[in-house]
T-cell receptor, first 115, second 112 residues
Framework: DTAVSQTPKYLVTQMGNDKSIKCEQNLGHDTMYWYKQDSKKFLKIMFSYNNKELIINETVPNRFSPKSPDKAHLNLHINSLELGDSAVYFC??????????????FGNGTRLTVT | SQKIEQNSEALNIQEGKTATLTCNYTNYSPAYLQWYRQDPGRGPVFLLLIRENEKEKRKERLKVTFDTTLKQSLFHITASQPADSATYLCALEVAGRRALTFGSGTRLQVQP
């Protein structure tokens, strides 16, 4: 009965490859996010979807493309992977319909290693 | 520029003592601030939210204060236990962005 689940947990790949990370939430939330946590542990927002509509698109390379097929799913596709993309990627969800201060529920992260 | 600062050095305390973690921010006027706990290999877990018109919020052994004049929040864990050892992150919403901005976190180590 995991609330926010993302797959895979670990992803090791070579430079230049294309990979996807998937995320699903069963909390009935209306908003989903992708955050990136670098080696210094900073969590940075990348994208946010509210009711399948992109509402936040931070300055990330256009090699990163999110897709939200429905309110419960948010996937992240990364093209032409680079060494600097190595990080832990967290999916999260919240219910902005209950107010902007709705807390985030995070998945357990996908550790991406690009070699 | 806008910044959220937490002590980057780990905080080591003895079991039973009170741990106090600091979150300072500049160039923000947040309506509320949130605190999260993160364990190794796991995602952050929400702990407490405090609004700008609240001076203090409590939940069991946890207490959060919010001083909008000093632009600071303090997070206290009383009667700390080794199980409280984790990284604690503060977060606030940048006006109009509808997403939380996080500090880098402070690692707390409670010694038995």
């Amino acid at each position: 009965d995991t609330a926010v689940s993302q797959t895979p947990k670990y992803l090791v790949t070579q430079m230049g490859n294309d990979k996807s990370i998937k995320c699903e939430q069963n909390l009935g939330h209306d908003t989903m996010y992708w955050y990136k946590q670098d080696s210094k542990k900073f969590l940075k927002i990348m994208f946010s979807y509210n009711n399948k509509e992109l509402i936040i698109n931070e300055t990330v390379p256009n090699r990163f493309s999110p897709k939200s097929p429905d309110k419960a799913h948010l996937n992240l596709h990364i093209n032409s992977l680079e060494l600097g993309d190595s990080a832990v990627y967290f999916c999260a969800s919240s219910n902005l319909g209950q107010g902007n201060n709705s807390p985030l529920h995070f998945g357990n992260g996908t550790r991406l290693t690009v070699t | 520029s806008q910044k959220i600062e937490q002590n980057s050095e780990a905080l080591n305390i003895q079991e039973g003592k009170t741990a106090t973690l600091t979150c300072n921010y500049t160039n923000y006027s947040p309506a509320y601030l949130q605190w999260y706990r993160q364990d190794p290999g796991r995602g952050p877990v929400f702990l407490l939210l405090i609004r700008e018109n609240e001076k203090e919020k409590r939940k069991e052994r946890l207490k959060v204060t919010f001083d909008t004049t000093l632009k600071q929040s303090l997070f206290h864990i009383t009667a700390s236990q080794p199980a409280d050892s984790a990284t604690y992150l503060c977060a606030l919403e940048v006006a109009g962005r509808r997403a939380l901005t996080f500090g880098s976190g402070t690692r707390l180590q409670v010694q038995p």
